[in-house]
């Protein structure tokens, strides 16, 4: 069993940056990969970025490319999230989700704990 428990987000001008933290407990957490997603106000929630469980692979959302870094550090039991370059259209509430099978994944199924999520809200 994992819980997560997402921090980082808050309100900030287009054009700032945000670093999202994902805390997880439980010791098999190096072993899972971890998965960004948001769910922007009235909308679905959409894959942002992804890490494998050894950091070595990574995946992101066209949208997101070029501007997102996602980073983990197994020894914290955290995954990070740098966000550069931000829009008003990233504003959404930001979730994390651990995947038991260790490698990259886009699909919300394929992950298996969930974080309550974090609000980023950016202002044009």
């Known amino acids: 069993q994992v819980q997560l428990v997402e921090s980082g987000g808050g309100l900030v001008q287009a054009g700032g940056s945000l670093r999202l933290s994902c805390a997880a407990s439980?010791?098999?957490?190096?072993?899972?990969?971890v998965g960004w997603f948001r769910q922007p106000p009235g909308k679905e929630r959409e894959f942002v970025a992804t890490?494998?469980?050894?950091?070595?692979?990574?995946y992101y959302a066209d949208s997101v490319k070029g501007r997102f870094t996602i980073s983990r550090d197994n020894a914290k039991t955290t995954v990070y999230l740098q966000m550069n370059s931000l829009k008003p259209e990233d504003t959404a509430v930001y979730s994390c989700?651990?995947?038991?099978?260790?490698?990259?994944?886009?699909?919300?199924?394929?992950?298996?704990?969930w974080g309550p999520g974090t609000q980023v809200t950016v202002s044009s």
């Open positions: 989700a651990a995947d038991r099978m260790g490698i990259i994944a886009t699909t919300a199924d394929d992950y298996d704990y």
């Open positions: 439980g010791s098999t957490f190096s072993s899972y990969a």
């Open positions: 890490i494998s469980w050894n950091g070595r692979s990574t």
